[in-house]
């Protein structure tokens, strides 16, 4: 990490705070391109240089705001994958959920990542997505690898392609959550806990009749 940046990090936590919180709410209601580093120092009321200090320009400033919301997403799937009971479907259950629990707590930075998923002209998307989904990967193959191990999923299951897939549902899932016009409405944000609950199990069981093992 940049001094400037080690620098922001020892800002008390409610300035630091204070100025994710209005980065986050300008790139997503404007995207990279349109969003005005003006607006978010005039919003906290403090001078650019103090932005440009900490981050060097706006990218700096947008970079350090997806890293920071990487490791935030990633907390959860940490504590998902040691969790002692080794459920590979369960697992996958509860990955769901922390992804619905993610958008709930994080919505501006989960619409900025999907203006960077349906977006060609934002920069850096190939380099941002590729980390999202890396981490994503080494999440899911490490869970793939155990429930192989542990006799959960079936014996002739290509791990790339199961990985491949497993991704794909688990983004769709959170993409209509998100997006609930997408589905008629089915997933909504606005559903009850209950309701997507159940979604979350239906899809996993999907998940079980593809990938367990018959025996």
Known sequence: MATAQKTFENLPDEKRERVLSEATRE???HGYHQASVNRIVGRLGI???S???Y??????LFEYLFGHAVSQFKRPLKEIRDTPSGDFFERMYMSLMAGVDFIDAHPLIYRIYLKMLFQENFPMRETFLTEVRQA???YLRALIADGKESGQL???LDPEMAVFHCNAIMDRFLQS????SLDGDTLS???DRTTIETKARAVTEFIRHGLGNPS
């Open 136 to 138: 994503s990967t080494k």
């Open 55 to 60: 981050f060097g320009n706006k990218q700096g």
């Open 189 to 191: 944000d606005k559903a």
């Open 51 to 53: 932005l440009f200090k």
């Open 47 to 49: 001078a650019k240089g």
């Open 27 to 29: 790139f997503a209601d």
């Open 154 to 156: 079936r014996n002739d």
């Open 177 to 180: 959550y998100a997006m609930p």
